[in-house]
């Protein structure tokens, strides 16, 4: 974290997402913070709490992948939940508390991740002796005891290769070498201290004020939410886990809402929103593009497996992100999410064709690209065929 300055995160995150540069610089002095807040003087800080963010924006612009892409450069337990998941009619919905819960169990595979990473090497000896073991008849040396328990043992289980073995005694043998409190210790100490919380559709919850009485689902759910993001300690099956200084980025399209029509003790807890932008014609032309692992990119490593080599020309791709644009502008508009239906439109025939195709070079150009959306652009009902 020391050498992960803000304008370095901001760089990684624009590896993997296009545009969107005040979200990015948000999340990343958040990010930022937490480094800072670990120099500060123990009794300080305890008093120093997260920067909560709202991200403001239509679906598909990016909000969910900054807040996972920030999770995975700085190793920090991820859980992405919707808001509208805790309500139902009357409220009757799940424990709020139970994001706590599944976000230890996220922190707990981390750190087994990484126990095991450390005790590998002990464990690969350990499995070898066990291979010799069950390779090698037992010597006369052994007691009877120990020599009929191996024999039956032999017997209840099913033959297997060797790398299967090997494989199925390292998970086991890495296992036994692993300390499982101090596993449970760190694990509490990652989610309470470093863990990140995406509340997506928070908008759903904060609704205009209903004509035919209070809203019982929604307010429900803001107030069991509140202490939660407050700060308050749940009772997990590894212990104790306080929030205080879990980051919670919230998300929502805020079409027929806004921030203020939450609750104001909420509120005051998001004291940080960014608004995300509609994508244009030029942010689909980047997303095909420039990202480390674009969808064009994606599309030509699949087909690659069948000896296919896939490629996009410059006017195809330009045409890919002019339809993109098009009917995001002119139905529903769903961002970036367009591009793969369009996407899977057109590479549907190469990807069907593919072990079977004489020619095992195929251009994608523009007037591919048209030739195979011309019949679904002339359909009155788009989103018919495009999702």
């Not at 195929?362 to 788009?382: A, M, P």
Request: proline share 5%; glycine share 6%.
């Amino acid at each position: 974290m020391a050498d992960l300055t803000p304008r370095e995160i901001v760089r990684e995150l624009d590896r993997y997402i296009v545009g969107q540069d005040a979200a990015k610089k948000a999340v990343a002095v958040a990010i930022r913070n937490r480094w800072r807040r670990q120099q500060l003087p123990p009794e300080l800080r305890k008093d120093v709490t997260p920067k909560n963010i709202i991200m403001i924006g239509p679906t598909g612009v990016g909000k969910t992948e900054i807040a996972r892409r920030l999770a995975q450069l700085v190793g920090a337990p991820f859980l992405k939940v919707e808001a509208t998941k805790y309500t139902e009619v009357g409220y009757h919905g799940r424990d709020v508390e139970s994001m706590i819960r599944d976000l230890a169990e996220i922190a707990i595979g981390l750190v087994k991740q990484e126990q095991r990473r450390l005790v590998e090497t002990q464990a690969r000896e350990r499995v070898k002796d066990r291979l010799l073991d069950l390779l090698v008849p037992a010597s006369t040396g052994w007691e009877a005891d120990n020599a009929e328990e191996n024999e039956r043992n032999q017997r209840t289980q099913r033959k297997i290769s060797i790398k299967e073995a090997r494989r199925v005694l390292l998970e086991q043998e890495s296992e036994a070498l692993i300390d499982r409190q101090v596993v449970t210790e760190k694990a509490i100490e990652l989610t309470e201290n470093q863990s990140i919380i995406f509340v997506d559709e928070l908008d759903k919850i904060c609704g205009p004020p209903s004509t035919h009485g209070p809203d019982v689902s929604r307010q429900g759910v803001q107030r069991d939410l509140l202490p939660v993001v407050e700060g308050t300690t749940v009772n997990t099956r590894y212990g104790p886990v306080r929030t205080d200084h879990i980051l919670f980025i919230a998300a929502g399209a805020f079409h027929l809402s806004k921030p203020s029509d939450l609750m104001p003790e909420l509120q005051g807890r998001f004291p940080i929103r960014v608004e995300l932008t509609d994508l244009k014609r030029d942010d689909f032309l980047r997303i095909l593009t420039e990202p480390k692992h674009s969808l064009t990119k994606q599309y030509a490593e699949l087909l690659a497996t069948e000896g296919v080599t896939l490629e996009f020309s410059r006017d195809g791709i330009e045409a890919l992100a002019d339809i993109a644009y098009e009917v995001n502008r002119t139905m529903q508009n769903i961002g970036a999410r367009r591009l793969h239906t369009i996407l899977e439109r057109v590479v549907e025939e190469v990807s069907f064709e593919g072990p079977e195709l004489p020619d095992r070079r195929v251009v994608i150009d523009g007037v591919y690209v048209r030739g195979r959306l011309t019949e679904i652009l002339e359909k009155e009902d788009l989103s018919k065929f495009i999702l």
